[in-house]
């Protein structure tokens, strides 16, 4: 059975830091590609950052480039996300979740974690 | 970036209706599009990708078309479990970008 777990969430004030970790099982991790979606409250999904299963080529929306970092261990079949400089706008659901292949494309999730919940507030 | 824009935004339908959704890309995407399922308190569930592919184990009641920027999602004989809120996602280019939802609720 395929399964991601996210840890990491909580509480931070404005302008500080957290880390994220997602522990995969039940599929081949190393071989996968992977990303980090949140969702607001209220608000639709939107992916933020992407990471192929080699750690040579990565994505980051413009809402979180400079801040945010992206980063597995193939090795503890794990994905991380580094977040700094939190504001209040990057409160939400955080959710790891695998790239399938799709042909020639790619850049759906098949499979999602249950969700982090990250709130930003002073 | 890719916009995406889906209509209706709320929808009020009773069991055994069909039920349409509608997802327009600002640019083409060609068929680089997939459909989700949420439900309160719980993650997006793929139904659809490449526009028309249904993924595992979901209902055939489920369907997709369309290509280019126009698609539709197209629930046949609606049942009470897919009450739930459903999104497009196009993956033409990075970033990804999904519409702002369509819920499904009880008329």
């Known amino acids: 059975e395929v399964q991601l777990v996210e840890s990491g969430g909580g509480l931070v004030q404005p302008g500080g830091s957290l880390r994220l970790s997602c522990v995969a099982s039940g599929f081949s991790f190393s071989t996968s590609k992977m990303k980090w979606v949140r969702q607001a409250p209220g608000r639709g999904p939107e992916c933020i950052s992407y990471i192929n299963f080699s750690s040579t080529g990565m994505y980051y929306a413009d809402s979180v480039r400079g801040r945010f970092t992206i980063s597995r261990d193939n090795a503890k079949n794990s994905l991380y996300l580094e977040m700094k400089s939190l504001r209040a706008e990057d409160t939400a659901v955080y959710y790891c979740a695998r790239v399938p292949r799709d042909g020639d494309g790619y850049g759906y999730a098949d499979y999602w974690g249950q969700g982090a919940l990250v709130i930003v507030s002073s | 970036d890719i916009q995406m824009t889906q209509s209706p935004s709320n929808l009020s339908a009773s069991v055994g209706d069909r039920v349409t959704v509608t997802c327009r890309a600002s640019?083409?995407?060609?068929?680089?599009l997939a459909w989700y399922q949420q439900k309160p308190g719980e993650a997006p569930k793929v139904l659809i990708h490449?526009?028309?592919t249904l993924e595992n184990g979901v209902p055939s009641r489920f369907s997709g078309s369309g290509s280019g920027t126009d698609f539709t999602l197209t629930i046949n004989s609606l049942q009470t479990d897919d009450f739930a809120t459903y999104y497009c996602q196009q993956y033409r280019g990075f970033p990804w970008t999904f519409g702002q939802g369509t819920k499904v609720e009880v008329k």
């Open positions: 640019q083409t995407i060609s068929s680089w």
């Open positions: 490449r526009a028309s």
